[in-house]
Structures are given as C-alpha cells and as structure tokens.
C-alpha cells in the first residue's frame, strides 16, 4: 500500500492492474520514480526526457509521472505555473480514469474504436495520451487529428498547445484549407479531415504519420468517410500505422464491424438524466410554438440556461428580437427575472460567437426571480459546442441540411426533419449540469414514425466531382467497388464522371488526364480549378484568382435588416451591369485600393462589407498564387483600358462553367438551366442588366422556389466556341434552347463563311 | 367516267394526304402564335407550378447508360440495378428532395392528411344522414307556415272581435261579462284594458300605445308649454320645467297598465292557439264562426260545418 500513498489520485481498482500486470518486470513501473530519482543526471535537451520509454508499452503511470515534471518532456523547458493549473483540472476529465485501458488496447491494436460522449475529453486529451505512448519526435513521424471542422481544429490545437506548455505551431500546430500552422517540430497536428485527404493525394500511405486520429466520426462528413475507406485499404499496407476512430454517439458498432471488429473502448460522459416532453399536437408553427416554449419556461421553470434549436441565420436574429421583446414585457410585469437572448450560427463573427459563453444576468434585486440566458443556435450546438449551465432544451426538430441530387443537379441547404439521433444528442444538451428538461414541439407519435434513425452521412448528399478527382488522384481506379461504409447512389457517381469528363479532367475510359492532374492540385471544386487553370488563354488570370479566392469565402455583402436599402445603395456603386462576378470583382479592386487599405475595416464598415471575408479572401488569394506559380500557370491580365477587358473575364468564366448555364424563358423573369430544363429565377442580390439571354450562375439554390445566384451575362457563341463537347447540339433535346442555339450556330457558321470569301 | 360512279366505293376511298408544306399564310400565323406564347408573361403561380413540374420531372427521371459516367464505370462491372462498394444495405437511388414550404411542425402534413381523411369520412356520413333528416324538414317548413298563416288569421279575428262588440253596443246589446260585472255598455277603449277579454286586449293595447305616443310626440312638438296630465308638478313654472327637462319624458302606458300577466301569459302561447281560443271566444259570444264569416242567431251555430278551418273545406 506505500505506492498509494504515493498517488493519492490514482483509482483503486486500476491500480491492482498495473500492479499485477507489471508482476515480475524488472522495470515494474510502479517503482519507476524510484528509478528515476536522480533527476539531476536527466539531459536537459528535448526529446530526451522520454528516452527511455519503450514505444507502444508504456504505461499511464510513467507518463503521469513525466507529466508531473518539473521538466516539459517533450521540449525540456521547465513548466510553468499555468500549466500545473490546467494538469489538475485535465485529470479530472473522464477519459483519465481510463488511460490505462485505453494504451492497453491501442497497444494491442492496430485499429481502434473510442466512444466518448462530448465533454469527456476525447478531443484534447487522446492524442496526447497516444503521443506519450507512440513518440513520434523521435521517430520522425507525427500524430494526426483530424476535425469536420477548421475552428475545431484551430481552437483545439490552441487549446492542447497550452496543455502541453509549448507554443502553438511548434510541437502542437493546425493544418486547415488555406491556412498551415506547423513546423518541422510538430508531432502533434490537428487538422480538417479534408486538409489530410488533400495530404493522401501527395502521399498514399500518409507515411508521416505513425497514428491518425479520426475525431467526431460520428457526424461522417463526406472527408471522413472518405478517409476512412482509404486509411481502411492504407492499415493493410502499413502495419506500423495506428488508426483511431473517435465517435462521441454510443452507436458505434457500426465503425466497429466495417474495421473488421476493431476494440471498443467507452467512456461515459458526465451526463444527468432528461425528462423529455412531446406536444400532444403537431404545431402549426414551429417557429411560433418555439418562442412560446421559451417565454414560458422562462416565467414558470426554475433556474437553468435555455437552448433553442431553430434553423438558420435569419431564423434565429428573428427569433432573438421577439423573444427579447416579450421577455422584457415579462420582466417589467415582475412574472419574470431578466433574460438575455444570444445567437449562435457558423456565419456569426468569432467575437459574438464567444458571448454564449457568458453568465446569465443576475436577478434584478437581490432575492429576485432568477435572470437567465437563452441561446438561440443552427444545429453547431448539438455536438460541436458544449455550452456549460443549459438546462432547458427546445427541439422544434428541424435543421438546415445540404441535399445534392444527380437528376437535377442541385446541389442545397434545405430545411429538414432531423433524425431520431440528432433529437436524443439535443435532448442531452440539457444534461451537463444536473437533471434538465427537453422539450420537443412534435408529439411523440411523430417522433417515433417520421423522424429517421440516423441523419444521412454527408456523401448521401453531396456532389461528388472533386471527391472523385481527388480519388482518382489518389490512384484509386475502380471506384465501383471502393469500400464506403454508405455507398452513395451510383447515379451521383455518374454524374460526377460525366462532369469531370466534360471538364475535361478525365478522358472516356475514366482515367485522369494532365488537366485534371493539375487541377486537382487546387483545394478548389473541378469546375473553379478548371476555370483558372484556363485563365491565361484568355488573358485574365490575374482576375479570374481575385474571383475563385471571393467565391472560396463567405458572403462579402453585408445586409443588416435595418439598413437594407443603404447597403443596397453601396453595393450599387461596385455594380457592373453584366454580373455579380464582375460585381465582386469591382468590390475587391477597391478593397485593395490604397484608399481602401488605409483603414480596411472602417472602409468595409461604410460599403456594407464583410472585413473578415474580404480578407480572407486576400490570404486565399496568396495560396492558390503560390500553387499556380509552383504549377507553372502564367498570371496576366488584359490592360483596363482595353475594351475586352471584362469580355474576357467573361469567357474565362464560360471555361469553368460551361455546365451552370441558364436561358430566359421568353421574355418572362424565369430561366431555364441548360440540359437540366429546371425553370429558375435570378436570385433577387443579382445586379444583371435586364436583358440578359444567357447567364452563368455559381449557385443552384432551392427554397421555396428555385434560384440561381451569382449570375452573369454571357454569350451564346462563346458557349459554342469554348464548350463545344458539351454543346454538341446532337445531345440536346428538341426546344427552345436547342433552337437558340442552332441559330447561333447558323450565325456563325455564315460570318465564318464570310470571312473565308473575303 | 360518269357511268361508273355507283361503283365506287366511297366509304373506303383512300385520299391522297394533303400537302405538307404549310403556306406562307400559315406560316406566318403559326410564327405570330409562338411569338405571343414566348411573349405572354407568366403570371407568378404559372411560374411556380411549372417550376414544380419541371423539377418532379428531373427527379423523376433517371440517369442511364446514355451517361457518360455509366460507361466508364461499366469498364469496372457496374451494370444497372447494381450498387456501388461492398456494402449489402447500399443505396440505389439518390435521396429525394422534400422542400418545406411552411413553418409547420413535425406531423402536422400527415395530421393534415389524416383529418382531411376524417373529414372526408364525416361528410359522406353526414350526407347519409341527411337523407334521413329530410322529412322532417318538411315537416318543420309546414309548421312554419301554418303558424304565419294561424298569425295573420288571429289578427283578423281580433278585428273581427272589435267590429263585433262595437256592433253589439250600437245594438244595446251587452256582452255575457258587461252583463255580469254589471258594467253599462262602454266601448272597449274607454274601459279598463284589463276588463277587455284577454283574447283581443291586445290589439286594444296596442292602439293605445300607439295612440298614446303620437300624443306625447305631438305635446312634444306643439309647444314646451304643453303640459302633460301625468307629470307636471303645480308649483313648477314653465321655466322650471324648461330647466328640468320633464317634456323630453315619454311615458309609453299609464303605470296602472304596464303589467299584465294575464296578457303576458296569453301572448306566451303560439298563434295557432291563439287563434283556437279566440274563434271559440266568437261563437260563444257572439255566435259568430270565424271560417263561415257568418254571425248565427243562437249559439247552435246550426249549419255550421265544426270550430276548426278544416272542418269548413
């Protein structure tokens, strides 16, 4: 029992087990501070601390002690103060109770499933577990971890850099789209499951890495899946790579039979019981029935946060104005305690972001009814975000889901029922603290017939053109038979094919052609790629990177409900009458404007701007310049003064869009898009002069009617000239397209005719 | 030629087809029609149910080997109907596209659904029933009529009633009651309301009140120094009353006469009860049959038919 006094924090029962494991080892690792008592011998220079660990059969115990210090093991700098902080609390995480249980089984095998629920500590404190355990700085080889999201990426790494002491973008970097925070003495890197796909096009066997970590698997974004095909096929050839898929949802068997029954290991949550109620009607509106839940919880339920899940940004702004109205009528009624109301959606600036992590108002006067905070959130607060003190759920059951389908090929953010999952994962937010309430606007019939069990993965809905240009890349031929763990329909295969071939990037037989090598090089959909990987023919490449960074980033119009009409007018003074592409194109010029740069934000303030989108478009901008000058791709442009200055920028456009392209329908407002025969309308932000026959869109956008967004004019010629396997009039149906464009045609033809008898 | 046309078989003649070419009149017209079709502009529901069709029709169709995609995954094994990857469970057709277009809840579509069901179930029931329902309607359309036509006939026999008695007192004859209370013969509007039998006090009361209201809208009118026997106080001067306002006071009925139960209970009944009792009233008092519109000279009545309408078709 000497050793127990030793390590107070130690749990009894794995204590035996070390103990009896370590039977009869010389090195018994309980003793090992005995053995490691003269410190003073230690070298102080990095990496040496942890020399004499054997890889892959520590134990929790040896790192605890390295833990402990006084030394960083891994930098050999001594730790400071903060760091003892944060150690203290890190071992109270759930996970740490099973350290050992979990080197056991990672030791033991290659593959390896964890289930831990949110707030557990999966995320920041596996693959610090897996670093002591694996070394990779003195093998030369780094862990992965990979995130669906990049801010989950940036913040964690943030996070596990003040963990381990060290400073981030050294032995703890991110690697997100656009944006590389390593050095060569990284061994810890977080990243989006997309940046390591990208990295498995250069290296098929990721042989950087000695362990990759699959985290939030559970929410099987369309890399993940991917990813986890790949490194399935990958775990064959290398027997020295360890593989990790981390799910925070309990149903994890299905991980676990598509890795040939790979281990699980489990780790509860800190999660309390919750009384789920149903309506006992459907509600008319959802919306309505929402704000009414809330209002009334607040004014009759005791203390405890509330979160309600609506769908999307104006959505939830709306919402979050009523509610503020009605609370402040309650409150100045004395029916209730003062209530503060935050947003939370992807789009919202970081800074607002981080306000939902603030306390809940105190209760007017002392003794008063109990102020509290309402969060108003799209479905990020379902698993991505834990959000301590919220007790009350509101679930109108619906969320924003992208839906893609091959037939039509749109490609949209559609409000939808969630699944049975996705309520019982919103119900649980209520649990963090102590016992909490979910409410569900839906009646408990409705909850057990319509909603589905599982929401579908994302490559369910998706387009897969840059997936299957990456895959292809990758050197996988026969994507017919490639394991997904959901295979998608083989019509989105198709599709996907067909455009790629159209693109140019595949030949007939399927296999990648050096335009579709090169493309592929881009971080970018085919069609971007394509578009500026042509761009010099035209003399534009300059121009047409400024327009593939802008249309990489978020919206960079701003349009605040209250000030519609003066942020309308200042979008007019950028307008070109042929195009939003244009249209954006002008915005940027002036972004970059000497008079524009003095004061970037208060500039973009007064224009109605996104600063943040403007200037991450700027550093998107930097790297795609970077891999075209690597690529050998000329940038040029055609002199401001030349009248085909915006005519080629135009044509450019046709190069990579060839197959976004709408007529007008009559003389009506509709469009109708080009082989799809879809009947559209222009999406009311367009700048597009009236008489506009032909367009290019960016965007196929479905809500209660069909709109194509980002539009510009184009010609039909072009059309013809630029894309001509694709507007090979044999393949069009008889209609008023196909006549249009014969008489394009004709015309051309007889001018051709001309010219050769003059 | 002539001689042979009874053999021709004209049900069965083949004619040429017309010509093809269309003139350059047709020609013309057919262009100036697809010109206004294009030119027509849509109005909004146009454009959204052809929008709608459009995109059911997309989804509706399938991608197949005409694709160019399908060949080159044939080149791997694909064939229709397969899936793709080893999965036994894998899709076979993309997921399909619901677009909400409301703010209802979860369950509110098949509540709907299910509720018009039901409604649709409750009004084929109630169409049966109301078959059933039907006669006695009619039955409730006959009543209403009687009872509008037993109303216009009670009026007539309180008129009838009034002649009557007003005949009787040119005649010096005394009715039964004037009789037996000992009164002497008045006419009915100089009695007591209450001594006139309740059958025609009605109408007796109701011209009074008439009667009297176009008084007081008179003494309202003629003068503000019209006094009014009921209300005005002696000691009060014209200018006091000016003051006081009493003219613009309007007594409907002396006070003595505002209630009257036995009116009252008398007018609760329905018309055609009404009638009944004032057509015996006529033959008991005055030997007269309101359906012969004859007055019999004693209270036989011989030679009339019976005491209901009926009786005299």
Redesign the interface.
Same mark, same amino acid.
Not at chain 1, 702 to 706: A, G
Not at chain 2, 37 to 42: D, H, S, T
């Given at each position: 029992m000497a050793t127990r006094r030793e390590h107070e924090d130690d749990e009894n029962p794995r204590a035996k087990r070390v103990k009896m494991e370590s039977n009869g080892h010389t090195d018994n690792p309980y003793l090992a501070h005995w053995n490691d008592e003269p410190k003073s011998d230690r070298p102080s220079n990095s990496g040496d601390l942890l020399y004499k660990f054997k890889r892959h059969g520590t134990t929790s115990k040896q790192a605890h002690d390295a833990e402990d210090g006084p030394l960083n093991p891994f930098t050999g700098k001594a730790l400071s103060q903060k760091y003892m902080g944060i150690l203290k609390t890190r071992r109270d995480l759930p996970v740490h109770k099973q350290r050992h249980e979990f080197l056991e089984l990672y030791q033991k095998s290659q593959i390896l499933v964890f289930v831990g629920e949110t707030g557990s500590g999966k995320t920041t404190q596996i693959p610090q577990f897996v670093c002591f355990d694996d070394l990779p700085h003195l093998n030369n080889k780094m862990v992965a971890c990979t995130q669906p999201r990049r801010v989950a990426a940036m913040s964690v790494a943030q996070r596990v850099a003040e963990e381990m002491d060290v400073s981030l973008g050294e032995e703890v970097g991110y690697s997100i789209r656009f944006e590389d925070r390593t050095s060569p003495s990284t061994m810890l890197k977080y990243m989006t499951d997309g940046m390591l796909l990208r990295e498995a096009m250069h290296d098929n066997n990721l042989t950087r890495y000695s362990t990759i970590i699959l985290d939030e698997a559970h929410e099987r974004t369309l890399a993940t899946d991917i990813l986890m095909a790949l490194l399935k096929e990958v775990v064959q050839r290398r027997k020295d790579l360890k593989l990790i898929i981390m799910s925070a949802t309990l149903d994890a068997t299905k991980f676990q039979k598509y890795f040939h029954d790979a281990p699980l290991l489990a780790v509860p949550g800190r999660t309390h019981p919750v009384e789920i109620f149903y309506?006992p009607?459907?509600?008319?509106? /959802?919306?309505?029935?929402a704000l009414r839940t809330v209002l009334q919880i607040h004014a009759t339920e005791g203390e405890g946060d509330i979160l309600l899940f609506l769908t999307g940004e104006e959505e939830i702004e709306d919402a979050c104005r009523k509610i503020r109205i009605e609370a402040s009528d309650l409150m100045q009624e004395g029916a209730a305690g003062p209530l503060e109301v935050y947003p939370l959606y992807g789009t919202l600036p970081p800074a607002q972001q981080q306000k939902i992590f603030s306390s809940a108002p105190a209760p007017l006067k002392q003794g008063g009814r109990p102020g509290r905070k309402c969060i108003i959130s799209t479905n990020i607060a379902e698993t991505s975000l834990t959000i301590d003190g919220i007790v009350y759920v509101v679930d109108?059951?619906?969320s924003k889901q992208k839906? /893609?389908?091959?037939?039509?090929r749109?490609e949209s953010l559609?409000?939808?029922?969630i699944s049975k999952a996705s309520a019982q994962q919103r119900a649980g937010r209520a649990g963090r603290t102590r016992p909490g309430k979910c409410f569900r606007?839906?009646?408990e019939?409705?909850?057990k017939?319509?909603?589905i069990e599982q929401t /579908?993965p994302e490559i369910?809905?998706s387009n897969l053109a840059s997936t299957v240009l990456e895959l292809k890349k990758l050197g996988i031929?026969?994507?017919?038979?490639?394991?997904?763990?959901?295979?998608?329909?083989?019509?989105?295969?198709?599709?996907?094919?067909?455009e790629l071939?159209?693109l140019a990037c595949?030949d007939?037989?399927?296999d990648l052609t050096p335009l579709g090598k090169l493309a592929s090089e881009f971080p970018l959909d085919p069609a971007l790629a394509v578009m500026l990987i042509s761009s010099p023919e035209f003399y534009c490449s300059n121009e047409m990177l400024s327009l593939t960074a802008l249309l990489s980033v978020p919206q960079i119009f701003v349009r605040p409900a209250k000030d519609r009409k003066r942020a309308d007018e200042m979008k007019d003074l950028f307008a070109h009458p042929d195009g939003d592409h244009l249209t954006m194109l002008n915005v940027y010029h002036a972004f970059k404007s000497e008079a524009a740069q003095d004061n970037p934000k208060q500039w973009t303030h007064d224009h109605f701007l996104s600063y943040r989108a403007l200037q991450q478009a700027d550093n998107v901008r930097l790297q795609l310049k970077r891999i075209m000058e690597r690529e050998e791709i000329e940038l040029m442009s055609t002199p401001f003064e030349n009248k085909k200055y915006y005519e080629n920028i135009r044509r450019a456009l046709v190069a990579g869009f060839f197959m976004q392209v709408a007529k007008r329908d009559?003389?009506?407002?509709?469009y109708i898009t080009v082989k799809?025969?879809?009947?559209?309308?222009l999406h009311p932000s367009n700048v597009l002069g009236q008489d506009s026959e032909w367009v290019v869109y960016n965007e196929f956008v479905?809500?209660?009617?069909?709109y194509i967004r980002t539009v510009t004019s184009v010609k039909p010629e072009w059309l013809l000239d630029i894309a001509p396997n694709y507007y090979d009039l044999d393949t069009f149906k008889k209609g008023e397209i196909k006549n249009a464009l014969q008489r394009t045609l004709n015309k051309v033809i007889r001018k051709e005719a001309d010219k050769g008898k003059r | 030629m002539a001689g042979s046309d009874d053999d021709d078989d004209y049900m069965n003649m083949v004619f040429e087809e017309a010509p093809k070419q269309e003139t350059a009149l047709q020609r013309r017209m057919r262009i100036e029609r697809e010109g206004r079709?294009?030119?027509? !502009?849509?109005s909004k529901a146009e454009?959204?149910a052809?929008?709608e069709a459009?995109?059911e029709?997309?989804?509706?169709?399938?991608?197949d080997s005409s694709?160019?995609?399908?060949?080159?995954?044939a080149?791997?094994?694909?064939k229709k109907g397969?899936?793709?990857?080893?999965?036994e469970n894998?899709?076979?057709?993309?997921?399909?596209?619901? !677009?909400?277009?409301?703010?209802?809840? !979860?369950?509110?579509d098949?509540?709907k659904k299910r509720k018009f069901r039901e409604h649709m179930e409750k009004a084929e029931q109630e169409a049966k029933r109301s078959k059933v329902e039907e006669g006695d309607y009619r039955d409730r359309v006959r009543q209403e009529r009687e009872e509008k036509k037993a109303e216009k006939e009670f009026y007539n026999a309180q008129r009838t009633v009034e002649r009557l008695h007003e005949q009787s007192l040119e005649h010096g004859k005394f009715t039964e009651q004037d009789v037996s209370k000992g009164h002497s013969p008045k006419s009915a509007m100089s009695v007591p309301l209450k001594e006139v039998n309740v059958v025609w006090r009605g109408l007796i009361r109701h011209r009074l009140e008439k009667q009297r209201n176009q008084k007081q809208q008179r003494d309202l009118k003629d003068s503000l120094t019209a006094r009014l026997p009921t209300l005005t106080d002696d000691e009060e001067d014209e200018d006091d009353k000016l003051a006081l306002g009493r003219e613009a006071e309007v007594q409907l009925l002396d006070p003595e006469d505002e209630e009257d139960s036995e009116l009252e209970e008398f007018d609760a009944l329905s018309f055609s009860d009404r009638l009944e009792k004032i057509v015996l009233y006529l033959r008991e008092t005055y030997h007269y049959c309101f359906w012969c519109k004859h007055q019999y000279v004693d209270a036989t009545l011989d030679g009339c038919p019976g005491i209901t309408e009926e009786d005299h078709d």
């Open positions: 309506t009607a459907p509600e008319r509106d /959802y919306v309505e029935a109108p059951g619906f839906v /893609y389908n091959p037939r039509i749109v559609l409000v939808s029922p606007l839906y009646t019939a409705a909850f017939k319509e909603l /579908y369910l809905r031929d026969d994507l017919v038979h490639f394991d997904l763990m959901d295979p998608p329909a083989p019509e989105t295969l198709m599709r996907a094919l067909e071939n159209y595949l007939d037989e399927g009559g003389n009506g407002k509709s799809d025969d879809q009947s559209v309308l479905l809500t209660n009617k069909n | 079709e294009r030119g027509r !502009i849509k454009r959204d052809e929008a459009a995109r029709a997309g989804l509706a169709k399938e991608l694709n160019k995609g399908f060949k080159m995954m080149k791997f094994g694909f397969d899936t793709l990857g080893k999965s894998a899709r076979k057709v993309p997921i399909h596209l619901d !677009i909400k277009e409301d703010k209802g809840g !979860i369950g509110l098949s509540e």
